[in-house]
């Protein structure tokens, strides 16, 4: 019986710490119907508000219906109308838009009626929604115009004459049929730089603290930037040996396509890691424990998995989401290594996500090194 009312006091006792414990507490409530969130809503949202770009190269009544089609669709968020196909090309080259449809130069022709989706393919779930919804929009389209000539000629006026040719839908995946490793690798290496990155400082920093050993190692006559450079560079070199291991087992078991240059994926691991580095010292700068740093910094860095296009297109989240990841640094290293990796993207393409990464990593450095406290 003894023992039995020991054991419900050991129980009340860690039970009552996690209450008395904020952090603990709002991080036990909040971090599962977050991640649950999350989830349903990546892995349950649709494709919609796509950025695409219509060509139209001739005008006329079909023309205008297949762009009002087009328009009237939740999936398309058509941003422009040109009629230039290479203007429009150069767009989703750029990454400004995911998709170009090209109306051909004789689309009002009733013998050769032919569109051209010009898709950027790098990005599957889009191409995955976009290349069945376009074919659906011009397969109902060729029934309306069917339909409306039929009607036309029972009544003996017939504009539409000899319109009877189906739309033909032609699909140009600029970066070829990517697989769902291809697309896959970029995210998850992404993601593994950051959760590591994170994780071990706060064993570094906080794990530390909590042991005594920052502690005797400021009784030696070892400077603030000494301790926190030579953190971050072994840091540094841990997290980049653990990158290039996971590149080279996904090209040897997974024949994993890299067509980037492999000194600017190098860059973008490099800036990527270090931004991170930054952001976990930021928080295990002030964390008292290592528990203390885990309940922190896990709400923050789990979902941004979800939110920043790890797993899923960040266009199923809601909008609120979306404008979120433009403020998490996983965003732009996401972008910048699917770029490279699945683009063959240069240095003028992904100089915007780099510079981004590097204006969070001073900013992440800048206030870890603000609320680094040496008073043990």
């Not at 205008?64 to 087009?70: E, K, S, T």
């Not at 290479?86 to 109306?103: F, N, P, S, T």
């Not at 204006?359 to 800048?366: H, K, V, Y």
């Amino acid at each position: 019986m003894m023992e039995f009312n020991k054991f419900k006091w050991m129980i009340r006792k860690d039970l009552l710490t996690v209450w008395r414990h904020k952090v603990q507490f709002a991080s036990l409530i909040l971090f599962p119907i977050v991640m649950i969130a999350l989830c349903g809503w990546g892995m349950g949202g649709t494709v919609e508000n796509t950025p695409v770009v219509i060509v139209k190269q001739t005008s006329g009544y079909i023309t205008d219906q297949a762009i009002n089609a087009i328009k009237s669709d939740t999936t398309y968020d058509v941003k422009d109308i040109l009629d230039d196909p290479d203007k429009a090309k150069q767009m989703v080259d750029r990454g400004e838009v995911k998709a170009a449809i090209i109306l051909s130069s004789n689309f009002e022709d009733n013998s050769s009626r032919n569109v051209v989706l010009y898709i950027d393919s790098s990005d599957q779930l889009t191409t995955q929604t976009l290349v069945p919804t376009t074919q659906k929009v011009f397969a109902s389209l060729s029934e309306q115009v069917k339909m409306e000539q039929m009607g036309a000629n029972v009544q003996g006026n017939n504009p539409f004459a000899q319109t009877t040719q189906a739309i033909k839908l032609q699909v140009n995946r600029i970066y070829g049929d990517i697989k769902y490793m291809d697309f896959l690798l970029p995210g998850v290496l992404a993601m593994t730089i950051s959760m590591s990155a994170m994780m071990t400082m706060g064993d570094s920093i906080a794990g530390e603290r909590e042991r005594g050993e920052l502690a005797r190692l400021f009784m030696t006559p070892t400077s603030v930037s000494t301790v926190i450079g030579g953190k971050i560079i072994s840091q540094l070199i841990r997290e980049m040996i653990k990158t290039i291991i996971l590149i080279v087992v996904a090209v040897l078991l997974f024949n994993v396509v890299i067509n980037g240059n492999p000194i600017l994926l190098f860059v973008v691991l490099l800036m990527s890691t270090l931004c991170f580095v930054g952001f976990g010292m930021m928080f295990s700068a002030t964390a008292k424990t290592q528990e203390d740093y885990i309940q922190i910094i896990l709400p923050i860095a789990m979902p941004m998995m979800f939110i920043c296009g790890v797993f899923f297109p960040t266009e199923t989240m809601p909008w609120i989401l979306q404008k979120i990841a433009y403020f998490l640094p996983l965003t732009y290293a996401n972008d910048a290594l699917r770029a490279v990796m699945l683009q063959g993207a240069n240095f003028r393409l992904v100089a915007f996500d780099l510079l981004i990464l590097l204006l969070f990593t001073l900013l992440f450095f800048a206030v870890g090194v603000m609320r680094f406290n040496r008073d043990i």
